[in-house]
């Protein structure tokens, strides 16, 4: 049952406000202001699952709501100028979007063994030549596979998708390449993919040759291992790519938040994935053979 005084800045609506963009996209529905229901029956079982340093974070807000003082931590900056306050609600936010992405993996597979079994999976790697920025990076290579524990490989979409080296990064690009991928920089550009071509391709692939069942506002999961301290794996270069491809194969198009790609793929840590199928199948070492 929804709580009393609900238009009130209580940390639950705090938290509900906090999560409304994310929920109406995912959703594709607008929830009322200030206060839904439906909102609420969704962010609740999320919000039970927050730690009490967490919650802290909602009860301080809905505080500085009330009394209509802002936190003294919106006017301390560190020291390359950016406010504290700033820093922590970003470092809030990504945690927060972790739980729930752990959440939805967990209720993915919360199925017997059996139906595990027989599910598809795609992962997803880019090897990459620079990174710009962490929202920046030419790509490389690109490399998606398709396997179940039960048929084990499935199939494949690989490419070399087009780049162009930004003024004094080939250098570097070229040291990264003989680091990891080896992938040499020469031009062979004649032979290379571009990026609405690639698009087309990776919905033709997901979809097993019915792009049309993405369009309809599904979001296809991708797993993909998180960023690596050696830069051998890298999140964020697969974000940056598959928001290259989407931006330019729909150009003109409005997109809801800074990821493009979140219209059509949705990305998930692999790690965690592997962790809910061990725990589901006690002889999933013996699956695990197909990552090697």
């Given amino acids: 049952?929804?709580?009393?005084?609900?238009?009130?800045?209580?940390?639950?609506?705090?938290?509900?406000?906090?999560?409304?963009?994310?929920?109406?996209?995912?959703?594709?529905?607008?929830?009322?202001?200030?206060f839904d229901e439906a909102?609420?029956?969704?962010?609740?079982?999320?919000?039970?699952?927050?730690?009490?340093?967490?919650?802290?974070?909602?009860?301080?807000?809905?505080k500085s709501a009330w009394t209509g003082i802002r936190d003294d931590k919106n006017k301390k900056l560190t020291s390359g100028g950016i406010p504290v306050a700033q820093?922590?609600?970003?470092?809030?936010?990504?945690?927060?979007?972790?739980k729930i992405e752990n959440m939805e993996i967990e209720k993915q597979f919360n199925f017997d063994i059996n139906t595990i079994l027989a599910m598809e999976i795609v992962v997803i790697h880019v090897n990459w030549f620079c990174k710009i920025s962490d929202d920046s990076f030419v790509p490389a290579e690109v490399a998606l596979a398709r396997f179940s524990l039960q048929q084990g490989f499935i199939d494949a979409y690989h490419c070399f998708p087009q780049y162009d080296f930004p003024p004094g990064t080939k250098g570097e690009s070229k040291t990264h390449s003989e680091r990891t991928h080896q992938i040499p920089l020469y031009d062979f550009s004649e032979k290379l993919e571009n990026w609405p071509i690639i698009f087309r391709?990776?919905?033709?692939?997901?979809?097993?040759?019915?792009?049309?069942?993405?369009?309809?506002?599904?979001?296809?999961?991708l797993y993909t291992m998180d960023d690596d301290v050696n830069d051998i794996t890298s999140r964020n270069a697969v974000r940056c790519f598959l928001n290259l491809i989407t931006s330019s194969a729909n150009y003109g198009e409005t997109f809801s938040g800074d990821n493009p790609h979140e219209k059509y793929f949705k990305l998930y840590n692999l790690s965690k994935l592997l962790y809910e199928l061990k725990s589901k199948d006690q002889s999933f070492a013996h699956h695990a053979a197909l990552f090697d």
């Fill in 1 to 34: 049952m929804p709580p009393k005084g609900r238009n009130k800045p209580t940390p639950m609506v705090m938290f509900m406000n906090e999560l409304r963009d994310e929920m109406e996209f995912k959703h594709k529905k607008k929830f009322k202001v200030p």
């Fill in 39 to 62: 909102l609420y029956e969704l962010c609740k079982p999320i919000y039970d699952e927050l730690s009490e340093d967490e919650k802290q974070h909602y009860k301080d807000l809905a």
């Fill in 87 to 98: 820093i922590e609600r970003e470092d809030q936010e990504k945690r927060l979007k972790k």
């Fill in 201 to 221: 391709d990776i919905l033709k692939f997901l979809s097993k040759g019915n792009p049309t069942s993405l369009m309809d506002g599904n979001c296809f999961p």
